[in-house]
């Protein structure tokens, strides 16, 4: 049987990892390929027909979107020879899942050091990790900071939690083991630590419980989508942009959901730059919403969404995760 190939954020033991298999499980018909970056986990889906699925991180529970995930979204909307018929965008890629994954960093050492008590003897303390995670440990950093007052900080945005490991892994690595004056530490989940043998010195060091980031599963727009229970809560995604000079064109959109009594359940922009236009500064909004497809009339609500929009994108409608949910 052919194997179902999924790309992800890697290397192996990031949290886009264990979305992944949260999504498609440990079967031998499944291979799991890391990819360097988000940008790639999209490119990559596009490009390379023997890739099945992505799986890209979106949103975290304690601080927000993950940006680069919601501008590649936007970019794609908004790219000048993206596929329209009217004023709706037809994307190479859709939505055809979600999985939330629970985030608990550990602070990790390829140094032999077991207690944050030990890094008081150090000159120099370098912490590596992906750049959505420092929302994440603020106050931790912080308190750190505090019980090393007299040692020099820095953070150091990678590709990945587990890239970080690794990083710092051969960072350390090219010291001699007695010295003193500077540490490379990493952020990153239990897994990462194990799967490169370094020392957890610190579990949970998240400043918020139940720190969850929310993944999209990603295909390309002509593959056959997974099958979905009839019964079962479907989300879409909807991006789209207005005539911003149009008091009111925000709430114009919005009130098609109302008047559909469609339930959004999140709104978020993203800026953007269009040359084509004198305006410095517009706005890709984004919203999700669930809507019972035996009550909205959908073509009666997308024409009236098209009214309203400048341009528009479905992203898809996918199935609610259940196991977040129930
Ligand atoms: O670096 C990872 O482990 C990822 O999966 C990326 C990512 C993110 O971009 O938000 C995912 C979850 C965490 O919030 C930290 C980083």
């Not at 790309?7 to 890391?34: C, M, N, R, W």
């Not at 900071?145 to 953070?155: A, D, H, I, M």
């Not at 997974?226 to 919005?254: H, R, Y």
Request: hydrophobic share 35%; glycine share 4%; aromatic share 10%.
């Amino acid at each position: 049987m052919s194997q179902t190939r999924v790309i992800f954020l890697g290397p192996k033991g990031t949290y886009s990892h264990q979305a992944a298999l949260q999504q498609f499980g440990t079967d031998s018909d499944v291979e799991y390929i890391p990819t360097q970056s988000i940008p790639q986990c999209f490119d990559e889906l596009e490009h390379d027909k023997e890739i099945a699925y992505s799986v890209v991180p979106l949103e975290n529970s304690t601080n927000g979107q993950v940006v680069f995930s919601y501008d590649l979204l936007r970019d794609r909307m908004l790219q000048k020879d993206a596929k329209q018929i009217g004023k709706r965008v037809i994307p190479d890629l859709k939505v055809v899942g979600e999985q939330y994954v629970s985030i608990t960093h550990c602070l990790l050492s390829a140094a032999s050091i077991t207690s944050v008590d030990q890094l008081t003897q150090y000159k120099h303390i370098k912490i590596y990790s992906h750049p959505q995670v420092w929302g994440q440990v603020t106050n931790y950093i912080n308190d750190l900071k505090t019980k090393c007052s007299n040692v020099k900080f820095e953070t150091i945005d990678t590709s990945s939690t587990s890239g970080a490991v690794v990083i710092a892994k051969e960072e350390q690595e090219k010291l001699d083991p007695s010295n003193k004056d500077t540490i490379n530490l990493a952020v990153a989940s239990e897994t990462a630590g194990h799967l490169n043998k370094v020392n957890i010195v610190q579990h949970a060091v998240n400043d918020k419980l139940g720190n969850t980031t929310r993944f999209l599963v990603l295909q390309r727009q002509e593959e056959e989508a997974p099958s979905v229970k009839d019964d079962a809560t479907k989300v879409s995604l909807l991006t789209f942009t207005i005539e911003q000079d149009e008091p009111g064109s925000l709430v114009d959109v919005l009130n098609i959901l109302k008047d559909h009594s469609v339930n959004m359940s999140s709104i978020h922009s993203r800026p953007y730059n269009s040359a084509s236009s004198p305006r410095k500064w517009q706005y890709v909004f984004f919203v999700e919403y669930t809507m019972d497809t035996n009550k909205t009339k959908m073509d009666a609500f997308y024409n009236q969404i098209a009214d309203k929009c400048f341009q528009w994108c479905l992203w898809g409608t996918f199935p609610r995760n259940e196991r977040y949910y129930q």
